[in-house]
Structure formats: C-alpha cells, structure tokens
C-alpha cells in the first residue's frame, strides 16, 4: 500500500480506516510549515491513524506546483541520491 493512500482514508500500517487531517485547517503552529528560504516556505498537512498511530505529513499540492518554489529548493537543499 502507497504511503500516500493515507490521504485517501486508509492507513498504510495498519489498513485502518480512523484517519484525520487538518488539511482544512488554517496554518498555524511551527508544525505548520518548512521553511525553504527566508522568505518562501511550503505548508503541510498532517495526518494521523487513530487505529495505530501513524503519522504523516505532506507538502499541500499547490505549494509542490509552484516552480518558484520548487527551484528555490533545488538550488539550496541536497538531494538525496
């Protein structure tokens, strides 16, 4: 099972289905975002099984289709080969 199937409601762990997310959420909390630069940051959704206590946490789509910010991340953080 992809570990993003989560986002669709079932645990990659445990196949549970008790999954919740603040994707809806405002942003708040340093959880809520990573910093790319001084200025530009990707925010992140979180998710949690309450069957088994998986957690995860995703870039939001629309920050992964910037290509400001892509390329801001390209030229500042490693990539791991």
Known sequence: MSRTE???GKCPECNGSQIYSNKSDAL???RST???SSFKWF???SYV???????AEFI???DLKDPKKIEK????????V
């Open 6 to 8: 989560i986002k669709k």
């Open 28 to 30: 708040r909390g340093e």
């Open 34 to 36: 990573i910093a790319i």
């Open 43 to 45: 925010r992140l959704e």
């Open 49 to 55: 099984c309450l069957d088994c206590g998986f957690f």
């Open 60 to 62: 939001k789509d629309e």
């Open 73 to 80: 991340v390209k030229s500042n953080w490693q990539r791991v």
